[in-house]
Nanobody
Framework: QLQLVESGGGLVQPGGSLRLSCAAS????????TAWFRQAPGKEREGVSC????????QYVDSVEGRFTISRDNAKNMVYLQMNELKPEDTGVYYC????????????????????WGQGTQVTVSS
């Protein structure tokens, strides 16, 4: 059973940076597409970025394109989200998610696509 634990959230000023980490245990991440989702107060959880199981393909929601970078290290069973030029609208709880896939070039930004979820880490962007 794959277990995911996020870390790296916190309070940051607008324009600042944070790096989120997602540590997997119980199974290897190497066969899973992974993604970062976020949920702001009163809003639905939305897909922010995803990466294919071999790291060769990634997607970003338009609002973070050019500011966020997703990456993974299968040898360490880790997924990362580097967030730069943070804005107040980036505030929310960030969740790591994973799903086994058969193809290297596949990942998804839809919540219903994922089977495994972490507990989330809070990111607050405020002056």
């Amino acid at each position: 059973q794959l277990q995911l634990v996020e870390s790296g959230g916190g309070l940051v000023q607008p324009g600042g940076s944070l790096r989120l980490s997602c540590a997997a245990s119980g199974s290897t991440l190497a066969y899973s597409a992974t993604a970062w989702f976020r949920q702001a107060p009163g809003k639905e959880r939305e897909g922010v970025s995803c990466i294919s199981r071999n790291g060769g393909s990634a997607q970003y929601v338009d609002s973070v394109e050019g500011r966020f970078t997703i990456s993974r290290d299968n040898a360490k069973n880790m997924v990362y989200l580097q967030m730069n030029e943070l804005k107040p609208e980036d505030t929310g709880v960030y969740y790591c998610a994973a799903v086994r896939t058969f193809y290297d070039g596949t990942c998804f930004l839809e919540r219903r696509s994922y089977d495994y979820w972490g507990q989330g880490t809070q990111v607050t962007v405020s002056s």
